[in-house]
């Protein structure tokens, strides 16, 4: 049987550039994850694939898969349910295959309990006075506006002690520099390299 493989959620406040970040990982040529596509009953952007980007279903379809217990964690993100398909992550991890999943913060706690043996990487924006400032310099929001920004984004990034990286997203490359590295430990880890040290002793070990 295969070793089972590594389950890696890549998660974070909304607009940190996830979507980018993942998208940049998955382009470099040494990366060989499988990509959960998630579901969705949000409609289609312009471009977006069905099957490829997402499964976008209704959302009937969507509550009977929540019904039948068929997907792995979901969430309601801006009035549209977004969930994880639970049997492709079984099969490939059983296949011996690594995930990766991007989701938001709610569903990846759903993970963190269901699968602890998951690899949670949380992606921090640049600091609070970078943003402060940004959003001061735009001009666009008075001060009350962007105090509540800034404490939503506090305690968006407060959520990141439920994880075990923090993955700073300054520039795209440094990003997925970062996760890469992750990645290359994770893999060293003596619970995952044991078993196979054992196993090739046959009987004797
Ligand atoms: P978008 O509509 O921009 O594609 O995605 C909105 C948010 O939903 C993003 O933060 C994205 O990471 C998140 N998301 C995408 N797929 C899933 C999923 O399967 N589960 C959860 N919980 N969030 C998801």
Avoid: W
Wanted: with cysteine.
């Amino acid at each position: 049987m295969a070793k089972r493989g590594m389950l890696i959620v890549l998660s974070g406040p909304s607009g940190v550039g996830k979507g980018t970040v993942r998208k940049a990982l998955f382009n470099q040529p040494n990366v060989d994850f499988k990509y959960s596509i998630s579901m969705t009953t949000r409609k289609p952007r312009e471009g977006e694939v069905n099957g490829k980007d997402y499964f976008f279903v209704s959302k009937e379809q969507f509550e009977n898969h929540i019904k039948n217990g068929e997907v792995l964690e979901y969430a309601k993100y801006v009035d549209n349910y977004y969930g994880t398909p639970l049997k492709y992550v079984n099969e490939t991890l059983d296949a011996g295959h690594d995930v990766f999943l991007e989701i938001e913060v709610n569903g990846a706690m759903q993970v963190r309990a269901n699968c602890p043996e998951a690899i949670f990487v949380f992606l921090t924006p640049p600091d609070l006075v970078v943003l402060k400032n940004r959003l001061i310099g735009r001009g666009t929001d008075d001060m009350e506006v962007i105090n509540k920004r800034i404490k939503k984004a506090v305690l968006e990034i407060k959520m990141m002690r439920n994880y075990d990286y923090a993955v700073l997203n300054d520039k795209v490359e440094n990003a997925v520099n970062r996760i890469q590295t992750i990645i290359s430990s994770e893999r060293l880890k003596v619970n995952r390299v044991m078993p196979d040290y054992l196993s090739s002793l046959g009987d004797e070990a």
